[in-house]
Structure formats: structure tokens, C-alpha cells
């Protein structure tokens, strides 16, 4: 998947090109990621891009021409790429939103600065706005970050394990369940419990179970919102149940 990066500070996106994951998606050539500075298409001696807002306020925008020439830019390498601008306006980015993204041969990703862009950019030259969540933060590159690392999860062959995806949180529906590994026993946490014998019993049939039942009953607690969603089946509605009656217990 190829990724145009449109920002005035591309040097950041180094986060994700040498490092974990993503860093190794790069080397295999399974992302692969171009740079587009605005700054470097502004045509005063400056390098001018951005400016007042009209109507007064605080702040700079930036201005359409070095960001409409810098998407040229990467439209010519990929002259059918959609264009995203990361926004807290846009759309929240969840999981089902991921996996239509990752459908994409390639995108051009549009990191704002400053106050924002000016609104006739966003008109004409941007197909979808993306928000990774209800806050505000300086700058487009870690938003537009976050979608690269999420959307480089989801190609094959990137995580070693297709299962692991498939198992993390959101990607059915449910959040994750609980997960332990070695050491069995940690004295000092006596109080956060032991490790769920069932995990230790080998038995593959039981351990599924138990995760799914744990799945639902963390979903259930934590966002209902999710479980409504997801929408249980008979089978699953009995799990939680279960799930609920030995919470009492404990
Ligand atoms: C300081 S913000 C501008 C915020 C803008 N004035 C507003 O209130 O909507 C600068 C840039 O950070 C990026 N940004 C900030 N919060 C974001 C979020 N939640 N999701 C995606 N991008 C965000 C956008 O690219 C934005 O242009």
C-alpha cells in the first residue's frame, strides 16, 4: 500500500518508517511511504504557507496553493489515490473504518498545522476527513500515524500471526480478553490474582471458551455500546450470564 504524506515536517513520520511494525512493512516493501512539504511548492523567497484568517482571531492557516500543489505532487505518482486530511472534524476512525481504508492501493494523507487549512482546500481537493478521536492535538502527522499503523496491521503478511489481528480488540466487534503469560505465580500480586487455571489446562476447546465468555463480559462492563453493536447470539447471551454470575461470586 502506498502512502503520499503531505506535511510540513515529514522528518516525524520516521516513528513509523524505522520502527516495530510498520518499520518492517517498509523494508519488505509492503508500505511504502513518499514525502510531499508544502513548504518546498511555496513560491515566495520565504517559503511562506500559511497566513492570517480572514475575519481576524488568533492563529495561522495554511494557505491553498503550497498544499494544493504538494497533493498535485503526489498525485502524479498515484494519479487515482484518494485524498484523506486528518481532522478533528472528520470522521472518527475506528476499526470497520480501517478495514474500508485498507482496501486502498494507495492514499494520500493531508497532515494540517497551525489552526487548520483553509475550507476551500478541503472542498475542492479532499475526498474524506478522518478524526482519530474528540480532542485536539497540534498537528496531522501522529493522527495521520495512527492511521498507517493501524491500516499496515491489517495487510496480509504483515503480522506474523493472522489470527493475532483477528483476535485484537474491535476487530469482531468485542474488546480484547485478559492474557497472562510466565511467570504462574507473582507473590507481590497476590491481590491482582492468579493466573486462570483453565489457561494452564491445555485444554483448547475450555480456553476458547473462556476467552470468549471473558470478551463479552469486558465488552458488556466496559462499553455496552459495543456489545448493543455486536448484538450476542443465545449461545453468547448464556456465556455473559455465566460471566456475570461468577463475577458475583468473587
Ligand atoms: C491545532 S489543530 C487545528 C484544530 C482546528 N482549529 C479545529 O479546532 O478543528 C492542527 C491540525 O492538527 C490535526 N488534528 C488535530 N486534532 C486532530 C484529530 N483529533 N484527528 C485528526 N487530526 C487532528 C489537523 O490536521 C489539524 O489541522
Not at 478533528?88 to 494523507?109: M, N, S, T, V, Y
Not at 493472522?162 to 507473582?186: C, N
Amino acid at each position: 500500500m502506498w502512502f503520499g504524506m503531505v506535511s510540513l515536517f515529514p522528518e516525524v513520520f520516521k516513528a513509523l518508517s524505522d520502527y516495530g511494525v510498520t518499520g518492517r512493512a517498509v523494508d519488505r516493501g509492503v508500505i511504502e511511504l513518499d514525502y510531499f512539504n508544502p513548504r518546498d511548492f511555496a513560491l515566495d523567497k520565504q517559503h511562506t504557507v500559511d497566513d492570517k484568517p480572514y475575519g481576524g482571531g488568533p492563529g495561522m492557516l495554511m494557505k491553498v496553493q503550497p498544499m494544493r500543489d504538494a497533493i498535485n505532487a503526489a498525485r502524479q505518482v498515484r494519479e487515482l489515490s484518494r485524498v484523506v486530511y486528518l481532522s478533528p472534524c472528520g470522521q472518527r476512525l475506528d476499526q470497520e473504518e480501517l478495514k474500508k481504508l485498507a482496501e486502498f492501493d494507495d492514499l494520500i494523507l493531508v497532515s494540517g498545522r497551525y489552526e487548520g487549512v483553509d475550507e476551500r482546500l478541503l472542498k475542492q481537493e479532499v475526498d474524506l476527513e478522518i478524526s482519530i478521536g474528540d480532542y485536539v492535538i497540534s498537528g496531522g502527522e501522529l493522527a495521520a500515524m495512527v492511521l498507517v499503523d493501524g491500516l499496515t496491521r491489517l495487510l496480509p503478511g504483515v503480522v506474523g500471526d493472522k489470527e493475532s489481528v483477528e483476535r485484537d480488540s474491535f476487530f469482531h466487534g468485542l474488546l480484547d480478553y485478559p492474557q497472562y503469560t510466565r511467570p504462574a505465580e507473582i507473590k507481590e500480586y497476590a491481590e491482582a490474582g492468579d493466573v486462570p487455571p483453565v489457561l494452564l489446562s491445555g485444554n483448547h476447546l475450555e480456553i476458547a471458551r473462556w476467552r470468549h465468555k471473558q470478551a463479552l463480559g469486558k465488552t458488556y462492563e466496559r462499553r455496552p455500546d459495543l456489545l448493543t453493536q455486536y448484538n450476542p447470539g443465545e449461545k453468547e447471551k448464556k456465556l455473559l450470564e455465566e460471566y456475570l454470575e461468577e463475577k458475583s461470586l468473587n
